[in-house]
């Protein structure tokens, strides 16, 4: 599909949405999701009197839920390309509102990251490094821009190339964060392996929709 259809294709997706939407779709999946979120963030802070110790335990269950979400986002369309069927449909129709989802997700993270700061500067500063401020920053400056740009009218005003180009660079570098956020964790917790898993096979399934289809890597790359 060439790169002048990519925000064709998402206003497409909003009237397909719009004939076919089950209750858990658009919208409304994004703020179930949001909705659920705050409420599993609220609760898991409540488990340690919202001291410092629950905070840090929200802060490990959004980036956990962070990554499954972008999964989720990144690898819809390879997805639906490689094994159509009512699960991908569905889940390429909202990768939308799956991306926002994550957006959601992070940002409830950076709440607790903020929380964190304030209630113990000192333990803060020995979680944290000059690398994590730049990258993470980096990682927080690309979700909002494409959060921003998820919608047909500011995806319209940016143009389909630099559209594509946003999303395509800010999708990667997430990942790659991602990988290394979760991977750098290994060694001292190999527990911590389980969670590349999901994003190794979302870069596969990219891999192989691109291989797969060469007309269609402008759609493996949303």
């Not at 002048?4 to 994004?30: A, H, K, P």
């Not at 000059?130 to 821009?145: M, R």
């Not at 047909?152 to 991602?178: E, I, K, N, V």
Request: hydrophobic share 55%.
């Amino acid at each position: 599909m060439p790169a002048i259809n990519v925000i064709d294709d998402y206003i497409r997706e909003e009237t397909i949405m719009s004939q076919r939407q089950s209750w858990l779709e658009g919208w409304r999946l994004l703020a179930a999701l949001t909705l659920s979120l705050i409420v599993l963030s609220l609760w898991i802070a409540s488990m340690r009197q919202f001291e410092v110790e629950g905070v840090r335990m929200v802060i490990r269950f959004t980036a956990r839920s962070s990554l499954m979400l972008f999964c989720l986002a990144f690898g819809a369309a390879a997805l639906a390309r490689l094994w159509p069927n009512a699960w991908t449909r569905w889940q390429r129709r909202n990768r939308r509102y799956l991306g926002l989802s994550f957006a959601a997700s992070h940002a409830i993270h950076a709440v607790a990251i903020v929380a964190f700061a304030n209630m113990d500067p000192a333990g803060f500063a020995e979680a944290t490094s000059a690398a994590s401020y730049i990258f993470g920053g980096i990682g927080y400056a690309f979700i909002i821009a494409m959060s921003a740009t998820s919608f047909d009218r500011t995806a319209a005003l940016l143009g389909p190339r630099a559209w594509r180009a946003l999303h395509l660079t800010g999708g990667y570098y997430l990942w790659l964060q991602f990988m290394v956020s979760f991977g750098k964790r290994v060694p001292a917790m190999p527990l911590y392996a389980a969670f590349l898993l999901p994003l190794l096979a979302v870069m596969a399934l990219r891999l192989i929709a691109m291989a797969a289809h060469p007309r269609g890597r402008t759609v493996a790359a949303r």
